[in-house]
T-cell receptor, first 115, second 117 residues
């Protein structure tokens, strides 16, 4: 069965410091995609970054990078130089072919950035 | 207007009311989704429309009725809801190729916060 686990319900980080949000996944399918979304208090889920299971390099998008460790089945999000506007819920998600493609979401991690 | 829009943003309804949530995507995508987000629960996929055909219905109660008149619009018709249906309802869209690919990204709207009294 496919599953996404985010073990940190909440995280605090000082402004301008880096923070790592953990995500582990479980699937027996060799082909899958991993996503991170940000959800501010306004509610909209904002796509941040994507990593494919066959990608050789870790994905990066501006201040976001994905630490992809395939053997450990982990896809941690690293946010560098945190800003106050980074305070939000962060969701890790995985897309797999279950006989029709489905995206599975984790429970999320709430990030608080302190001034 | 760009992206995915949802109306209304907030809705309060009684258990006997009938209301509809509307979603519109301006991204040229061919698949649209309804998700339910309750407090302390992971995002739950409710319905999927791919090329305007409903391809998934995750055991959603019949008091929720989806409608997809074209690839840009998606509705969720609500009737005789229960208080436990109070949640954030999110619409999303993606561009799906025939056969599918794992890298297709879903783009979300701002959601409708629903309160059932």
């Amino acid at each position: 069965a496919q599953k996404i686990t985010q073990t940190q319900p909440g995280m605090f980080v000082q402004e301008k410091e880096a923070v790592t949000l953990d995500c582990t996944y479980d699937t027996s399918d060799p082909s899958y995609g991993l996503f991170w979304y940000k959800q501010p208090s306004s509610g909209e889920m904002i796509f941040l970054i994507y990593q494919g299971s066959y990608d050789q390099q870790n994905a990066t998008e501006g201040r976001y990078s994905l630490n992809f460790q395939k053997a450990r089945k982990s896809a941690n999000l690293v946010i560098s130089a945190s800003q106050l506007g980074d305070s939000a819920m962060y969701f890790c998600a995985m897309r797999v072919d279950t006989g029709g493609f489905k995206t599975i979401f984790g429970a999320g991690t709430r990030l608080f950035v302190k001034a | 207007e760009t992206g995915v829009t949802q109306t209304p943003r907030h809705l309060v309804m009684g258990m006997t009311n009938k209301k509809s949530l509307k979603c519109e995507q301006h991204l040229g995508h061919n698949a649209m989704y309804w998700y339910k987000q309750s407090a302390k629960k992971p995002l739950e996929l409710m319905f999927v429309y791919n090329f305007k055909e409903q391809t998934e219905n995750n055991s959603v109660p019949s008091r929720f009725s989806p409608e997809c008149p074209n690839s840009s619009h998606l509705f969720l018709h609500l009737h005789t809801l229960q208080p436990e249906d109070s949640a954030l309802y999110l619409c999303a869209s993606s561009q799906e190729l025939a056969g599918g690919r794992v890298q297709e990204t879903q783009y979300f709207g701002p959601g409708t916060r629903l309160l059932v009294l």
